[in-house]
């Protein structure tokens, strides 16, 4: 799949989003390198920490589905925002650890689209290899 598919593919994960206190609205998919995909969205909760990140619920179900970092392509992260929505920190850092450095990240809001890669999310991150 290319670039624009996987974009659109997050755009309909979107739909699913669950944001009545934010009202803003994030889509995820992650492309994997059998050509299955997996989908995310956020989902709010009164309590707020007890919510979860479209981009974290995308790679949570190819993660329990037994995808692992080496056979994740690609992930598309959008918003309804007026901004194209780069991932928290909390996000950051679990990109950081369960994707390969150099896995390629497409954002959009619909009106523009940037691409990163894993690795420029979080210089200097703290990582596994900090607790040996």
């Not at 392509?73 to 959008?78: D, F, G, L, N, Q």
């Not at 309804?80 to 679990?94: E, H, K, L, S, Y």
């Not at 959009?108 to 691409?115: C, D, I, Q």
């Not at 703290?126 to 607790?131: S, W």
Request: with cysteine; net charge negative; hydrophobic share 35%.
């Amino acid at each position: 799949m290319d670039k624009k598919e996987l974009i659109e593919h997050a755009f309909k994960a979107m739909e699913n989003a669950y944001a009545p206190y934010s009202n803003y609205h994030v889509g995820s998919c992650v492309e994997c390198d059998d050509g299955r995909y997996f989908y995310g969205a956020n989902i709010e909760n009164a309590s707020y920490p007890a919510g979860n990140c479209g981009e974290r619920s995308a790679v949570f179900a190819a993660y329990s589905a037994g995808y692992h970092k080496d056979r994740i392509k690609a992930i598309a992260i959008v918003t309804d925002g007026n901004t194209v929505g780069w991932p928290c920190g909390i996000c950051r850092q679990v990109l950081t650890e369960l994707l390969d450095k150099e896995t390629p990240i497409y954002l959009s809001n619909g009106k523009e689209e940037l691409e990163v890669k894993v690795s420029e999310l979080l210089p200097n991150a703290f990582g596994p290899e900090d607790l040996q």
